[in-house]
């Protein structure tokens, strides 16, 4: 039996016991993780150094080791984190659906959990826990394989939780971590179907093309975000110019920045020369020849740029002959996530909206409220870029199925 | 640019145009289809009959030959299929949730096609309409993927559904057929992530393993039904019996015919012996030891029996101890699909509808009533055993996904 049969093992034998417990018991162990974490803080901190003592040794960047470290100030938005999902509704056991066929057999459609959840994501610890703790407030196992990076973190946090759930008188394996960080791991989890019901992975394209390609496991593709903003003809041009440095620059390295400004011939110069001045140098500019005539381009853009997140100060340019060519453009280099047309022109915001494939299509706002938070679902598991089960932000809904349970009285089919 | 590449980018050139068409037209390129299938019978059964003729020489069996087989009957009634999915209500276009933020954004959640669906199935040609008329009422294009056993017929067929397009000046490519019927071009297939949206396989195990296996596009798991009825030790005996007869018997080679039955050791021998006098030899048993004690097996079970759907005559039987023993047999050896108790014991039948994992859990009723049209939902395009997306019988929605489209004047994240 390998390591991987071992923990599937028991995620699948917690499982039942997960799927049952009820809403108070949930919170009860995430009530106990929260304060756990808030009363070890000097262990976690410890562990952590460890990792942040690797990564020096490893010649990390600063900024992934700024990822990496956790504060006592980010230890405290952990637990707040986790009283945030304890208040959540519980998504396990709501009547979806159902009724009474003629034959007076009554159906009811249930939500339940998904069962065992595997979550691969790269090496920031507050994912361990904030995964951890959605996946079993939807009554899921759940078996997290972070990177090596942070293994003494993870191990640390991992602890914390199946203490938690032992305290609670609840079999800590609801919660397990993959110790063992070699490749091999990863990839028998991408096919562990015996044990697995979904697999999520968290973090940069390659990771997700990697799952994508890899798993027999039915996976939940989620996070990369190839946005555009589209400046119609009709748009405000400083309405366009706020969009597009909110969508660019509030925060660039996450998934629903942008990473594109489309924008139409006949506003081009307005619009790029305005944006050109407020930024100052701050963003860099590669983009078409057309775009060239009005601003400062770093080189040209090829089609590789424009299929890249840059996650960064850098953005890609290209000036459009019409609204139907921007449209062309996004279905084709984009990811399905975020998009955006500024326009005052009515015709053209309902068929932006009707033709662009995404998760989630603007009209005049920036692409950064596509978040679980910001719409609404009280968390966020992660944004979905794939269109089966869901789409967008992923909050505790996603992390259910359901079931028909249907009661007779010897019914048979004729 | 390969076979599939090329269908593939016609495909996906078609999506945009059939994601936007009215229900209307929708509706009457389906009434078009059935005139169309009903004025051409004379063609349809002259292609068919090629293909029965390479079955002959293929030595193909009398059961395949017999499923393989158009007649003017059977072409009535792929006729009527069409005509009842377009009575059916346009899934597409449905607001399903969505609000207004604190910040003014309004969120709309609608219901959009998948976009673009591959099915890959066998030999059976009413599946190629079928399918063909659900995906496009759904607003999808579709790539259809028949055996080469049935290739003649596929053509003809897809010929006329491009045809009703084309009558009604829509691009035919809406509906594509693979005609090279190769190996390579099903492989291809299921790793064309940059055209298929979703990919259908409908057929037996083998060729679903095969999808589940090797694509990387997302799958939708359909079919597989290794279905049990518990016969609990509080059960009617006669109940039980006509329960298990009915799913059993009524037709053995469907997926939501039972491949097993669980019998309580307490009242395993008047249920068996009732059980065995009533099919009188019609079904085979294979069984434990301990159910050797009461009837006639053809052999002793194996794990592989009890893994195995047999879609025939024979049943696998076991006695169990307690309730606990029959919900830990089917967790572990059944697909999730259709699962049902026979008890009086109001306990047993909550905890077996809680406990065990399967789309449709059934007290005191037949497995064979999990289907599209029984549900209640219209159509089935299959019957889903994973739980991403969708669970049990799948309709018209389970072909669509949903995208948010949010309105604002120049709202930016602060």
Not at 43 to 57: L, M, Q, S, Y
Not at 211 to 216: G, L
Not at 299 to 316: N, Q
Request: a negative charge; one cysteine or more.
């Amino acid at each position: 039996m390998s390591y991987i049969d071992e923990l599937g093992t028991k995620a699948k034998a917690a499982s039942g016991e997960c799927a049952a417990l009820t809403e108070t018991k949930k919170n009860e162990i995430l009530k106990e993780i929260a304060d756990l974490l808030l009363n070890s803080k000097e262990e976690i901190i410890r562990e952590n150094g460890k990792d942040i003592e690797n990564a020096h040794k490893n010649n990390m960047t600063q900024a992934l080791i700024d990822r990496l470290t956790l504060s006592e100030a980010r230890i405290d938005g952990m637990a707040e984190g986790v009283m945030q999902v304890m208040a959540l509704a519980d998504p396990v056991g709501k009547v979806i659906g159902g009724g009474t066929l003629k034959n007076g057999l009554s159906i009811v459609k249930k939500s339940v959990p998904l069962g065992v959840i595997g979550i691969i994501f790269e090496s920031r610890p507050n994912v361990t826990v904030d995964a951890g703790v959605l996946c079993l407030k939807a009554g899921n196992t759940v078996i997290l394989r972070g990177g090596s990076d942070a293994i003494n973190s993870n191990k640390c946090l991992v602890g914390i939780m199946r203490k938690a759930a032992e305290r609670c008188g609840v079999n800590p394996d609801i919660v397990q971590l993959v110790e063992d960080t070699s490749r091999d791991t990863a990839t028998e989890l991408m096919k562990a179907n015996e044990y697995l019901d979904v697999l999520i992975p968290r973090g940069g394209g390659g990771l997700i093309n990697a799952v994508i390609k890899n798993a027999t496991v039915p996976v939940i593709q989620t996070g990369e975000g190839n946005c555009h903003v589209y400046v119609d003809r009709f748009a405000d041009i400083d309405t366009a110019v706020a969009i597009v440095d909110n969508a660019k620059t509030q925060r660039p390295s996450v998934c629903n920045a942008i990473e594109n400004v489309l924008v139409h011939k006949n506003i081009a110069e307005g619009f790029l020369k305005k944006l050109s001045e407020k930024w100052n140098g701050k963003v860099q500019f590669i983009g078409d020849s057309h775009s060239a005539e009005y601003i400062t381009l770093e080189r040209e853009a090829t089609d590789e740029d424009y299929r890249k997140e840059f996650l960064d100060y850098t953005i890609a340019v290209k000036v459009v002959d019409d609204i139907d060519e921007a449209i062309a453009h996004i279905n084709r280099f984009g990811t399905k996530h975020s998009e955006c047309i500024v326009t005052e022109h009515l015709k053209n915001a309902e068929k932006f909206q009707r033709e662009i494939d995404a998760a989630a299509v603007y009209v005049n706002a920036s692409t950064r409220f596509t978040d679980g938070f910001e719409f609404g679902l009280g968390a966020e598991i992660g944004i979905s870029t794939q269109k089966l089960h869901v789409r967008g932000p992923m909050g505790l809904e996603a992390l259910t199925t359901f079931k028909y349970l249907i009661n007779g009285n010897g019914q048979i089919r004729g």
